[in-house]
């Protein structure tokens, strides 16, 4: 009991520092030549959507890579089923 009621100050304590730091953060913020902030918030979606749009290329190519292999050993299967049962058919005792 004692451990849990410890662990419990220590997330209230923890909230109270992110709060504090927050609210002084808004404040510094606040602060700020709004123009600036105004291009600051102008510049992040832009970076955002590129970066965004970079990720999105890399996994389409990952992606079609990925579905190439997958078709590649589908049809290997498909062969090697083939050739399974071309020999079970070879093997069967004649009646």
């Known amino acids: 009991m004692k451990k849990s009621s410890s662990i419990?100050?220590?997330s209230k304590q923890s909230l109270s520092v992110l709060r504090r730091a927050q609210s002084s953060q808004n404040v510094s913020n606040g602060a700020r030549d709004?123009?600036?902030s105004m291009r600051n918030r102008a510049?992040?979606?832009s970076t955002a959507l590129a970066y965004n749009a970079e990720l999105l290329?890399?996994?389409e190519?990952?992606?079609k890579g990925l579905?190439?292999?997958i078709s590649e050993l589908v049809q290997i299967t498909e062969n090697?089923?083939?050739e399974i049962e071309k020999h079970k058919v070879s093997k069967l005792p004649a009646s």
Do not use: L
Request: hydrophobic fraction near 25%.
């Open 8 to 10: 419990q100050n220590i």
């Open 80 to 82: 090697r089923k083939a």
């Open 67 to 69: 579905e190439s292999r």
């Open 61 to 63: 190519k990952e992606k």
């Open 57 to 59: 290329a890399i996994f």
């Open 43 to 45: 510049s992040t979606p």
């Open 34 to 36: 709004p123009r600036s």
